[in-house]
């Protein structure tokens, strides 16, 4: 599994301890996450905010947003 | 009751025999508890584990958490058999009853356990013991400052009128109850009628001005609007008495007067959110039944945002309305002669415990982590007091008895409404994920009204469907139709095509049609209502 997508996940089960039974692919969107809401938005943003150093912006994190477009932005040179 | 109780104990009887079989029963003689506590307490006693020692700390906290999670699974399942009837099913106590079960539930989870989160047990390993040290800081830092609940975000990372709630305006009218802000003009001209944002005062009024991006206010300032907007007072004992009739006559009739007089006009746009979109309806009805028609009214036309007019499905807040809750708040707010801020605040976050509470409870606690700097959670801290009167009149004739929904049964400033009586051209936004206002209950604007209503239906919930800037990036969508039918709402849904974007986009171009054409900006205050203290004023910085 890319790097990036397993700092993903590693966020993801920090909000979601009990998330583990979940595969995360590049096609797995964020609605996909039981429980998902905006204030796991906000608590996603924070984590890879300290994960990649990177600004990221609180609109990346809807429920339509695929782990394959965060991986793509965090990517991207800043 | 006998039987009641013959049954209780029946199925308490059978939940132990499924605990009793299981194989990974905590009644085993060596439960992985007591291994992974050795292990936690010999890294606490500052005694480097072995790498071999911290996988089988890890391996055990996954082993408990699973076992954990069978048994919650069980008892929950125990409760909810047990408090749910054929005979209770769609009843108001049932869902009461599901309500507090849900609480039980989310408070009991494996993962609010040290023992029992793996993730906890691997920050703790990684941190070795320092997150568990910071969460105890953290714990005793908010029990220190009297919060009743752990802080949902960092309040030092924000200051009202410094980073947010910074758009340049000045205070042009302040009365005991309100300060009315108007803001500078970003643009050479600007259209002739204003728009005055009727604000919620169970929050304060900058959740449409959190920072330059985030910025309804503006967004519509730099689109070429003048804008007004209320900032209530934070209510105290000696405001007991202050009626929603106070709200509506010295709060929105108010600010629509200051502002046409300041703009020199007949009429203006006025717009509401949550409950300043219902004070709101209830002006417009107000002001046309006097024998008044839509035509001669001072608000032209309005936008109701998330605004509930009817109350016959007020979705899960229902759960609190019913007269022995009533009592309880009522008795309450007389010895205050307010209903405070913390309840409220606790209310709504227990509509959604897992997400506002306990999630932040691992984080903050057990994990250790900051709480996130978010201006949203900031605002929606930064919560208010209800004066006496004003609510118990809000929850019992509209939560309790729907009256603004029936004709003439509800009686504001002396005057019985109907909200048939509006005629105006409304603008009305719900959001398909809002809780507190459920879109369907948002839609009942259309029935009660009879003027056009352009209805909007946007993604997301109560706040961020709402604070919803048009950017590049967003995935926002939403469904729009202005059309009268009777349909449903989900029958009405199920015939709109999704748009992308943000709905504020749709409603400038809604509002530029109707706000007449561009001229030179109005002066900042009048000589009646003269420019006072910069924005963000007075009264939103009052505790």
């Known amino acids: 599994m890319n790097g990036a997508v397993m700092t993903i996940k590693e966020g993801l089960q920090e909000i979601f301890p009990d998330l583990e039974d979940l595969e995360i692919t590049f096609d797995t969107t964020l609605a996909d996450v039981p429980d998902w809401d905006s204030m796991a938005a906000v608590n996603l943003q924070m984590y890879l905010q300290d994960a990649f150093q990177k600004e990221i912006p609180e609109e990346l994190l809807v429920g339509e947003t695929t782990i394959n477009e965060i991986v793509t932005f965090v990517g991207r040179p800043n | ?543």
């Open chain 2, 1 to 543: 009751m006998a039987a009641y109780f013959a049954r209780l104990s029946e199925s308490w009887g059978h939940f132990w025999q499924q605990v009793a079989v299981s194989p990974s029963s905590p009644l085993a003689p060596e439960p992985d508890l007591i291994k992974s506590q050795q292990l936690v307490i010999k890294q606490l006693a500052d005694e480097q584990l072995t790498d071999e020692e911290k996988k089988r700390l890890v391996d055990l906290t996954n082993q408990n958490a699973k076992t954990a999670r069978n048994y919650h699974k069980l008892f929950i399942a125990w409760l909810h058999k047990t408090l749910v009837t054929d005979a209770s099913k769609n009843s108001a106590v049932h869902q009461q009853h599901l309500f507090w079960l849900a609480q039980i539930a989310n408070a009991l989870a494996p993962e609010n356990f040290f023992w029992t989160n793996p993730m906890v047990m691997r920050r703790f390993i990684q941190s070795k013991g320092a997150s568990l040290l910071n969460g105890y800081t953290q714990w005793f830092e908010d029990y220190r400052t009297g919060a009743d609940t752990v802080r949902m975000t960092d309040q030092e990372a924000f200051k009202v009128g410094h980073n947010i709630a910074t758009t340049p305006g000045r205070v042009v009218y302040r009365n005991a109850l309100m300060e009315l802000i108007q803001y500078e003009p970003s643009t050479a001209v600007t259209h002739r009628l204003p728009v005055v944002l009727i604000q919620p005062w169970i929050n304060k009024y900058y959740i449409f001005d959190l920072n330059e991006t985030k910025s309804l206010v503006r967004f519509l300032r730099d689109s070429g609007f003048t804008v007004f907007i209320t900032s209530w007072k934070n209510p105290d004992s000696g405001m007991h008495h202050i009626g929603f009739d106070d709200y509506l006559k010295m709060g929105a009739l108010q600010a629509v007067k200051v502002a046409q007089t300041i703009c020199n006009v007949a009429r203006v746009h006025a717009a509401g959110y949550c409950i300043g979109g219902t004070l709101l309806a209830g002006l417009l009805a107000w002001l046309n039944g006097n024998g008044g028609s839509g035509n001669t009214s001072p608000v032209a036309h309005a936008s109701l945002f998330s605004t509930m007019v009817d109350y016959s499905e007020p979705g899960e807040l229902g759960v609190y309305i019913n007269e022995a809750t009533l009592r309880y708040v009522e008795e309450m707010m007389h010895i205050d002669g307010y209903l405070d801020g913390r309840y409220i605040a606790l209310a709504f976050r227990l509509l959604r415990s897992n997400s506002l509470i306990w999630r932040n409870y691992v984080h903050a606690y057990l994990m250790g982590n900051k709480a996130p700097r978010s201006e949203v959670l900031y605002w929606n801290s930064d919560s208010t007091r209800l004066p006496e009167k004003m609510c118990r009149f809000y929850l019992r004739e509209f939560y309790f008895n729907n009256k603004l929904a029936q004709t003439d049964a509800l009686t504001l400033a002396g005057r019985p409404i109907a909200l048939n009586r509006i005629k105006q051209p409304l603008y009305a936004v719900g959001a398909l994920q809002d809780h507190i206002c459920p879109w369907p209950a948002t839609f009942k604007i259309r029935r009660h009204a009879k003027g056009p209503v352009r209805y909007v239906l946007t993604t997301e919930g109560h706040i961020t469907g709402f604070v919803n800037p048009p950017s590049e990036r967003s995935k926002m969508k939403y469904w729009v139709n202005g059309r009268r039918s009777k349909a449903t709402p989900q029958n009405w849904l199920t015939q709109q095509t999704a748009r992308k974007g943000s709905w504020w986009q749709d409603w400038r171009e809604w509002l530029s049609k109707k706000c007449g054409p561009k001229i030179a900006p109005p002066p900042m205050g009048h000589q009646r209502y003269p420019a006072q203290e910069p924005a963000p004023g007075v009264y939103v910085l009052e505790p």
